[in-house]
């Protein structure tokens, strides 16, 4: 069946220094979502990405989308406190049994040190 | 607030006990999934609802079953508990069943001893 892993698992960062987390899905994807789990919270949806070679900005955080559908990234830019929390990405099958089933990586966990 | 809510918060069950979990989706979304997130680890896919039918569903036993209602709200049935089933079980709804965002409930907690 579908997987998806991402690295790393944790990510431990000083106030302003970057931070990249990476997706990577077993089989073609239809599209790929990002969420934000704050702890204690539930996944809260930051952006989605369609289209091969897809990249998007939201203020600091750049989503990339792999040219074959497989793997993404996400790049946040001068991390402030605010980042803390664990990003996941979710990855949509193209049909069959995957369809409507979002397959989530395990997550990193990204903890800021002022 | 997504407009997801779920019901309850927490709760403790004894194995071997059946339990039952509500969803109430946001308003104009027919879609409706369910997942089981264990503690320090992604949320897994049980199914999805689309227009009250069971649109797919993941690598789970059918003591895990579910409904969802003509107003689109939900009900996540897990019989036979055991110990493993503890974890946070997440509800999220979306309007269609691929490519759309899907906004979760705050999940409820349930701990099986």
């Known amino acids: 069946g579908q997987q998806v892993m991402q690295i790393p698992q944790y990510q431990h960062v000083q106030e302003g220094e970057d931070f990249t987390t990476y997706c990577n899905s077993s089989?073609?994807?239809?599209?790929i979502q990002w969420y934000k789990q704050r702890p204690g919270g539930h996944p809260v949806f930051l952006i989605q990405?369609?289209?091969?070679?897809e990249v998007k900005k939201q203020k600091r955080l750049t989503f990339q989308f792999g040219e074959a559908k497989k793997n993404s990234s996400l790049h946040i830019t001068a991390t402030q406190t605010t980042d803390v929390g664990t990003y996941f990405c979710a990855g949509q099958g193209a049909g069959g049994t995957s369809y409507g089933k979002l397959t989530f990586g395990q997550g990193t966990i990204l903890t800021v040190h002022p | 607030e997504t407009g997801v809510t779920q019901s309850p918060t927490h709760l403790i069950k004894t194995r071997g006990q059946q339990v039952t979990l509500r969803c109430s989706s946001q308003s104009g979304h027919n879609t409706v999934s369910w997942y089981q997130q264990a503690l320090g680890q992604g949320p897994q896919f049980i199914f999805q609802?689309?227009?009250?039918?069971?649109?797919g569903r993941g690598n789970f036993p059918p003591r895990f079953s579910g409904l969802q209602f003509p107003n689109y709200s939900s009900e996540l049935n897990v019989n036979a508990l055991e110990l493993d089933d503890s974890a946070l079980y997440l509800c999220a709804s979306s309007l269609g069943q691929v490519g759309t965002e899907a906004f979760f409930g705050q999940g409820t907690r349930l701990t099986v001893v």
């Open positions: 990405l369609v289209k091969s070679g």
């Open positions: 089989t073609t994807l239809s599209n």
């Open positions: 609802y689309y227009r009250e039918e069971e649109n």
